[in-house]
């Protein structure tokens, strides 16, 4: 496909459950930026990938999230013991890696409800 | 840290009538870019604008970023009901984008 995809589209899980989330992000692209949204709220930053590496985690709110991204491509966001504060929707973005500050695009997003 | 704020939060409009948003940042950024999100979509790229004083028009859409390259506003002629959606400002200053809160835009038919 030529966009950003992620899977799943919508996940309902109990609290104290652990959930990954998937992103496909374009073919080719470098750089993948993890984003949480909250109802009704903006975008909140949780990690950048470049490559394989992520240089800045600085955004992942606790020590339960976890991101890795393999083959320079996939990237699984997994929250461990969930919490109903982590309901939200994940996005995920990518970018080319021509130049820093290039057109991020966006997949459809995670819709996380913890019971 | 670097933080980019948007105002206003809301704003509704009769259909017609125009429409603005604005966004600042707390520190020179190297870029701007701007984000429209449908009700229940994802954010979609509309423009970037990277000079100082730079403005930029798409349709009745016209995009300015500030001479300090701290702020910058989207303004939208005519609104129609299509324009519905929040629009997002995003800072950049090296790879990370900081997103602005996002004004909410609903227009009455």
């Known amino acids: 496909g030529a966009g950003v995809s992620q899977s799943p589209s919508n996940k309902v899980t109990e609290k104290g459950k652990d959930v990954e989330l998937r992103c496909d992000p374009i073919?080719?692209?470098?750089?993948l930026y993890w984003y949480r949204q909250s109802l009704g709220q903006g975008l909140e930053f949780l990690i950048y990938?470049?490559?394989?590496?992520?240089?800045?985690k600085s955004g992942l709110p606790s020590d339960r999230f976890s991101a890795e991204r393999t083959g320079g491509s996939v990237s699984t966001l997994t929250i461990q013991r969930t919490q109903q504060e982590d309901s939200a929707v994940y996005l995920c973005?990518?970018?080319?890696?021509?130049?820093?500050?290039?057109?991020?695009?966006f997949g459809p997003g995670t819709r996380l409800t913890v019971l | 840290g670097q933080q980019v704020m948007q105002i206003p939060q809301y704003q509704h409009v009769q259909e017609g009538e125009d429409f603005t948003t604005y966004c600042n940042s707390s520190?020179?950024?190297?870029?701007i870019q701007w984000y429209k999100q449908r009700p229940g979509g994802h954010p979609v790229f509309l423009i970037q604008?990277?000079?100082?004083?730079e403005v930029k028009k798409q349709k009745r859409l016209t995009f300015q970023f500030g001479e300090a390259k701290k702020n910058s506003s989207l303004h939208i002629t005519a609104t129609q009901t299509t324009d519905v959606g929040t629009y997002f400002c995003?800072?950049?200053?090296?790879?990370?984008?900081?997103f602005g809160s996002g004004t909410r835009l609903l227009v009455r038919p």
């Open positions: 995003a800072g950049g200053s090296s790879y990370k984008l900081i």
């Open positions: 073919s080719g692209h470098t750089a």
């Open positions: 604008l990277v000079k100082s004083g």
């Open positions: 973005a990518s970018r080319a890696g021509t130049t820093l500050t290039g057109t991020q695009y």
């Open positions: 520190t020179t950024l190297s870029n």
């Open positions: 990938f470049q490559g394989n590496s992520a240089p800045d």
